[in-house]
């Protein structure tokens, strides 16, 4: 656990004053819930973009680079579906991160 302090205007302070921690938790909760959508967006796209790796090869990455064409395109390709394997990988770790923090 870490610790954060939040800076807040002494107006919003007063309003804020006797709700504790709770209304701390429910503004992560919703910060949680815009960040789940925005990477699950960004997870779509990633995917869609494996989905055509695989039909361009007819197999999925793990067997692809057991025999990666031995050309350009080939090699380029394997670059390119090794970053979005990665990128999707980190992105669905963050959501489920994320999804802790919002409660589901």
Do not use: C
């Not at 302070?13 to 815009?34: H, K, M, N, P």
């Not at 997870?43 to 050309?71: A, C, G, M, S, W």
């Amino acid at each position: 656990m870490i610790e954060i302090t939040v800076k807040v205007p002494i107006d919003v302070r007063d309003l804020i004053a006797g709700a504790g921690e709770t209304i701390y938790l429910e503004a992560l909760s919703q910060v949680a819930f815009r960040r789940i959508s925005y990477f699950q967006k960004q997870l779509e796209e990633l995917k869609h973009r494996i989905r055509f790796f695989e039909q361009k090869y007819n197999k999925p990455f793990n067997v692809f680079v057991l025999d990666v064409p031995d050309t350009v395109e080939g090699h380029d390709d394997w670059i390119e579906w090794t970053y979005l394997m990665k990128a999707s990988d980190e992105l669905s770790k963050k959501v489920e991160k994320l999804s802790l923090l919002k409660g589901s």
